[in-house]
């Protein structure tokens, strides 16, 4: 029987975990809770490879944080603050003698995509993440950009206008699908994190208020896509992330970028329309891009 590989998906709250094989299926996923110091996460990740070190292949992880893929090494682990300067790669290959790919969670969900998903023969195409902040990957040229510090693709980084350098001025809080939520649900009264509750509103269009918070929500993600366009010459967006399992958020999203183009002749007329769809993996997108990320960088020693 064939072995397959074991991917990790580690989380601010959460470490996900499942068997993947070649052909991208998974086997039952699980989650344990997310440690908070270094030595609790290698104990947890004795225990859960410990057992099946004999039958799987390799080890994916996908994490926060820029990611030297080259070495496997995190560098500013997000909600993870721990994991600065600490090598996965390291870890499984001394412990285990496992080799091991590392991704960070937006590039791990971009590759997801690349491998079995809708990015899938793309040239060039971005994956964006709606979560917290905004999470991507860039595909260049049929490959993953990574950058000259592995950091391409930082889109919550981008600043909106000149005027302010602030945090409230960056995409990452404009763009952010927790804080939109959270602006609806105030809103309608409801807890801040009930997204179904507030999609049931948009879709019943009777709260004028949500209606313009939410068309202003996706103008402000179209603006995006249309100034990725200028700047990567892309032939498709897939969007990703809890938020773009709703059907209506794509069609509004692809709304605003129509119109936006419809209304300045000159930009309409310089530049293709691009394909604006979903991400064809959603919870499960990050353990399928980690396995990628360990096919792509030792493929011929397993």
């Known amino acids: 029987m064939a072995k397959s590989y074991f991917s990790i998906d580690i989380g601010g709250t959460y470490i996900k975990y499942a068997k993947v094989n070649r052909s991208g299926n998974i086997e ?15 104990a947890v990740l004795t225990q859960l ?71 899938k023969s793309i040239e060039n195409g971005v994956a964006i993440v709606l979560g ?57 009264g409801l807890p801040d994190s009930d997204g179904l509750a507030v999609f049931e509103a948009i879709k019943a269009g009777k709260q004028p208020e949500v209606t313009r918070l939410f068309e202003s929500y996706c103008h402000e993600i179209a603006f995006m896509i249309l100034n990725l366009q200028a700047t990567l010459d892309i032939e498709k967006v897939v969007i ?3 938020i773009s399992a709703q059907s209506i958020l794509i069609e509004e999203i692809t709304k605003q970028y129509l119109a936006m183009r419809e209304s300045f002749s000159f930009w309409d007329n310089s530049w293709s329309s691009l394909a604006i769809e979903n991400c064809k993996f959603l ?4 353990l399928l891009g980690a396995v990628y990320q360990l096919l792509l960088q030792f493929d011929e020693e397993m």
Not at 28 to 42: A, C, R, S, W
Not at 94 to 99: G, S
């Open 28 to 42: 039952q996923v699980d989650k344990v809770p997310t440690p908070t110091t270094l030595d609790d996460l290698e």
């Open 49 to 119: 490879v410990e057992p099946i070190n004999q039958e799987v292949r390799g080890v994916g992880i996908s994490c926060p944080g820029k990611v030297d893929i080259k070495t496997g090494t995190v560098y500013n682990g997000g909600a993870l603050p721990f994991l600065h300067g600490y090598s996965f790669r390291n870890f499984f290959e001394t412990r285990f003698n496992l080799p091991c790919g590392v991704s960070n969670d937006g590039k791990a969900a971009a590759l997801s995509e690349v491998w079995l998903g809708n990015l």
């Open 132 to 188: 917290t902040g905004i999470g991507d990957g860039i595909i260049a040229n049929g490959e993953l950009l990574q950058g000259s510090h592995f950091q391409a693709g930082e889109l919550s980084f981008l600043i909106r206008t000149p005027e302010k350098m602030t945090m409230e001025n960056m995409l990452g809080f404009t763009g952010s699908a927790v804080k939109f939520i959270a602006a609806c649900a105030q809103v309608l």
């Open 240 to 242: 990703g992330g809890g």
């Open 283 to 286: 919870n499960n997108a990050n």
